[in-house]
């Protein structure tokens, strides 16, 4: 049974830093591509980042310059480094891998 368990969320004021992480147990972690998507309040969601297998990524235009996906699958973990927050990046942060979704994660930015 496959579980992915996200951390490192939180509130943090303009400007600022936040480095998400996705544990994951119950699969080949390896073998698949790792995405971060998010939803605000009222929007639906949508993709910020992914990193294939083979270590590809690709961003969405709004996070593009401030955020960075990577992943190590010596600890089946995948991260999203967050940097230059604005207040338009607070959402719920879900990880999305193996199939499957994390419970998500809350990011405010706000001061």
């Known amino acids: 049974q496959v579980q992915l368990v996200e951390s490192g969320g939180g509130l943090v004021q303009p400007g600022g830093s936040l480095r998400l992480s996705c544990a994951a147990s119950?699969?080949?972690?390896?073998?698949?591509?790792v995405a971060w998507y998010r939803q605000a309040p009222g929007k639906q969601r949508e993709l910020v980042a992914h990193?294939?297998?083979?270590?590809?990524?690709n961003y969405a235009d709004s996070v593009k310059g401030r955020f960075t996906i990577s992943r190590d699958n010596a600890k089946n973990t995948g991260y999203l480094q967050m940097n230059s927050l604005k207040p338009e990046d607070t959402a719920v942060y879900y990880c999305?891998?193996?199939?499957?979704w994390g419970q998500g994660i809350q990011v405010t930015v706000s001061s």
């Open positions: 999305n891998t193996m199939a499957s």
């Open positions: 119950g699969g080949i972690f390896s073998l698949y591509t």
């Open positions: 990193i294939s297998s083979g270590g590809n990524t």
